[in-house]
């Protein structure tokens, strides 16, 4: 058999060919095989990492998501708030009004009256003055003093009707 490789050479380059690229694809095979697991493993380390960094991100935007919601809720009530205070503020301005032009009111039918009194009291005093001028004026006419006696006496009893 082995004069087959004697007479032809090529035959037993090719065989010995063969026989290396199995001995060298065998161990060859085994590090390919070696560094595709490693790679493998490789590739499944940094997907479960990504796993865990997007359950990460998933969770910091839930947490996010929930502080805005609470941030929005609680700017709803601040907002809700002022306008209640507010509203209590024009309630109040309101009444602090009404209560201002009820005093104002008040004051000026008090200074209306007290300036009637006065008139009232003016009047009077010149329809006296007017009388006891008239009442001079009549005595000093000469009249008697029957009739200037029936005169004053008259003007006695009109006057309480003229005053009212």
Excluded: C, Y
């Amino acid at each position: 058999m082995l004069d087959i490789f004697r007479h032809d050479p090529e035959l037993a380059v090719a065989i010995a060919f063969v026989l290396a690229i199995v001995l060298v694809g065998k161990k060859g095979w085994a590090a390919l095989a070696k560094m595709l697991d490693a790679r493998s493993a490789k590739i499944g380390a940094e997907i479960e990492e990504a796993r865990r960094l997007r359950d990460e991100a998933q969770h910091a935007l839930a947490t996010v998501q929930r502080l805005q919601r609470d941030a929005q809720q609680e700017a709803a009530a601040i907002v809700t708030h002022a306008k209640e205070e507010a509203q209590r503020h024009v309630e109040r301005a309101q009444r602090d009004l009404a209560a201002a032009l009820e005093r104002r009111e008040r004051l000026a039918a008090e200074r209306l009256a007290l300036a009637e009194t006065k008139a009232v009291a003016e009047v009077r005093n010149t329809a006296v003055d007017i009388a006891i001028s008239a009442a001079r004026d009549v005595i000093a006419s000469g009249m008697s003093e029957a009739q200037s006696n029936a005169l004053v006496d008259g003007a006695i009893a009109d006057l309480p009707q003229r005053l009212h």
